[in-house]
């Protein structure tokens, strides 16, 4: 009898109300412009680890619900587009737990010119103007992935053999057949069930320089290519943010679900 009340509360919507109104002030303070992207497209997202959602008009034609705005932000800059942000709804399928939705909200932007500890630093300080939490601008510890690994996880990542990341991940024989040889999944793994749970919770974990197998459009590290120019944020063992800069040097990009990931009082979005 009571499925119509809502999930949350005022107070949570009004805590929501509030950060998102920050993060669109740090932007006006950077001049960074707010652009609104169509949610329906023609296609799916190209991301293999990422599932559309469909939709189908009376008619008939199928279009997909976006998984991020990426697709129509970039033809902006390439238009000649300054420094874009956005603000709004994304959808992905198969995205259901404790901490994630089907629906939810993303912060995506895009820097032109910006290297990789620009983006890191600019990321950190709009999470801290969000939250309200200017000490998380001076505390954010920034590290290599690999020195991740080895200082909470007790293990190289780019060494060990998949037996060894599997009995990191204590893994059961069925989650062993699941998973085979994708090291990669092996290394998610691992950093999301062993890592990650021994970052601080009072401070911000910069984790960069990510697997060149894990690059995505990331550029390779100049100084080493086995790595990529790749990033993820955390607060304690939940991911914030991730970003990176591209192969050509712009723009410098960042995606966040902090909003969704993060959010108390069962905010749904």
Known sequence: MNAWRPSSDAAAARRRAGMLGRAR???????????????LGLYAASDPNVDSLTACSSSGARYFLHTSPESCMKPLLAAGYPDIYSIGPVF????????????FTMIEWYRLGFGLHA??????CLIAACLEEPALEKTARRTDYAAAFR?????????????????????????RREIGHERDAWLDLVMASRVARRFPADRLTVVRHYPASQAALARLCPGDASVADRFEVFLGPV????????????????????WAACSDGGVAM
């Open 239 to 258: 991911e914030l943010a991730n970003g990176f800069s591209t192969r050509t040097g712009i723009p410098a990009s960042m995606q966040s679900t902090a």
């Open 151 to 175: 200082e909470f996880g007790d293990i190289d990542p780019f060494v060990a053999t998949n037996a060894e990341l599997a009995a990191a991940a204590t893994a059961d024989e069925r989650l």
């Open 25 to 39: 002030r740090y932007f006006a303070g950077e001049d960074v412009l707010e652009v609104s992207t169509p949610a």
């Open 119 to 124: 983006i890191i630093d600019d990321t950190v």
């Open 92 to 103: 992905r399928d198969g995205e259901l737990g404790r901490r994630h939705v089907p629906e």
